[in-house]
């Protein structure tokens, strides 16, 4: 597995003369293994690994994301985009997390993120649910589409290509936010489902701390990709591979199923392309 990624990467970044690569590192388990895999493929000096925390960073994921870099010996850089962010106005949609511990922040968030909708990542994947959701929607995504002008403009500057550190879980499932994290020149585990990929973690030698980290997009405290799920990426990644090849679902959880179902219906409807009428040009 490790080799035909590597291989894919060297040979995208020469087919497409990029001189090397971006890659937005958060300290999650993703961006660790895509980190690793562009080092491998080609070599520290063609690497670059940037770091954009914001207000709801953890410290801890500011942390792991700089420790790897160094470990990898990669070039990188740690831009906050908290001021762009305040510029903009982002956090007047709500309140400051300023001088109230992280576990309070997290408590409060988790019970306002429910409070707003029966099931926030559905209507998240409908655009759909009450005002004040739809202003967690957008307070939220502005985030990760910063980032990705941030990230091309490093990548331009040096000639390099921006690379997604998307997974096949994430992309079935809409765990992505259009024009944002999927906005990339090459996604090189995106065939991969979560779970290979933290096999891919284990093969890399990645830190065991990244490993063993909830994923979580970082970006609301306290709330993880399983809680978003509700179901762990083992149970989640389980049924998906079933449905992909067309496998029996009589031994898994109903409940769970029909969940796996409707968020790959709805998360289709996400992916579609932007509507034009040729017809009224």
Same mark, same amino acid.
């Given at each position: 597995?490790?080799?035909?990624?590597?291989?894919?990467?060297?040979?995208?970044?020469?087919?497409?003369?990029?001189?090397?690569?971006?890659?937005?590192?958060?300290?999650?388990?993703? =961006?660790?293994?895509?980190?690793?895999?562009?080092?491998?493929? *080609?070599?520290?000096? /063609?690497?670059?690994?940037? +770091?954009?925390?914001?207000?709801?960073?953890?410290?801890?994921?500011?942390?792991?994301?700089?420790?790897?870099?160094?470990?990898?010996?990669?070039?990188?850089?740690?831009?906050?985009?908290?001021?762009?962010?305040?510029?903009?106005?982002?956090?007047?949609?709500?309140?400051?997390?300023?001088?109230?511990?992280?576990?309070?922040?997290?408590?409060?968030?988790?019970?306002?993120?429910?409070?707003?909708?029966?099931?926030?990542?559905?209507?998240?994947?409908?655009? =759909?649910?009450?005002?004040?959701?739809?202003?967690?929607?957008?307070?939220?995504?502005?985030?990760?589409?910063?980032?990705?002008?941030?990230?091309?403009?490093?990548?331009?500057?040096?000639?390099?290509?921006?690379?997604?550190?998307?997974?096949?879980?994430?992309?079935?499932?809409?765990?992505?936010?259009?024009?944002?994290?999927?906005?990339?020149?090459?996604?090189?585990?995106?065939?991969?489902?979560?779970?290979?990929?933290?096999?891919?973690?284990?093969?890399?030698?990645?830190?065991?701390?990244?490993?063993?980290?909830?994923?979580?997009?970082?970006? +609301?405290?306290?709330?993880?990709?399983?809680?978003?799920?509700?179901? =762990?990426?083992?149970?989640?990644? /389980? +049924?998906?591979?079933?449905?992909?090849?067309?496998?029996?679902?009589?031994?898994?959880?109903?409940?769970?199923?029909?969940?796996?179902?409707? +968020? *790959?219906?709805?998360?289709?409807?996400? /992916?579609?392309?932007?509507?034009?009428?040729?017809?009224?040009?």
């Amino acid at each position: 597995m490790k080799e035909s990624l590597i291989s894919f990467i060297k040979e995208k970044i020469e087919e497409y003369n990029y001189r090397g690569a971006v890659v937005g590192v958060s300290g999650g388990i993703d =961006s660790a293994v895509v980190l690793s895999l562009c080092v491998q493929a *080609l070599g520290k000096d /063609r690497v670059f690994g940037l +770091i954009l925390p914001e207000r709801d960073s953890s410290k801890d994921s500011v942390k792991d994301a700089v420790e790897l870099c160094k470990s990898l010996k990669v070039e990188y850089k740690i831009k906050p985009i908290t001021p762009i962010l305040r510029k903009i106005g982002v956090y007047r949609l709500f309140p400051p997390k300023l001088f109230f511990p992280e576990s309070v922040v997290k408590r409060y968030v988790l019970n306002k993120w429910n409070s707003l909708s029966k099931d926030p990542f559905l209507d998240d994947l409908r655009n =759909s649910g009450p005002d004040e959701f739809l202003k967690g929607l957008a307070y939220y995504r502005i985030k990760h589409r910063i980032r990705m002008c941030l990230l091309y403009f490093e990548a331009e500057k040096r000639g390099y290509a921006v690379v997604g550190t998307t997974n096949r879980t994430e992309y079935l499932t809409g765990l992505y936010v259009k024009w944002g994290d999927e906005a990339v020149d090459i996604e090189p585990i995106m065939h991969l489902y979560k779970t290979q990929v933290f096999e891919l973690a284990r093969e890399l030698n990645i830190p065991e701390k990244i490993q063993k980290k909830p994923p979580s997009p970082d970006l +609301i405290p306290g709330v993880t990709d399983e809680m978003a799920f509700g179901m =762990s990426y083992m149970e989640l990644d /389980r +049924i998906l591979m079933k449905i992909d090849r067309g496998e029996s679902l009589e031994d898994e959880d109903p409940e769970k199923v029909e969940r796996v179902k409707k +968020i *790959l219906e709805l998360a289709e409807k996400h /992916r579609r392309g932007i509507p034009i009428s040729f017809d009224r040009i």
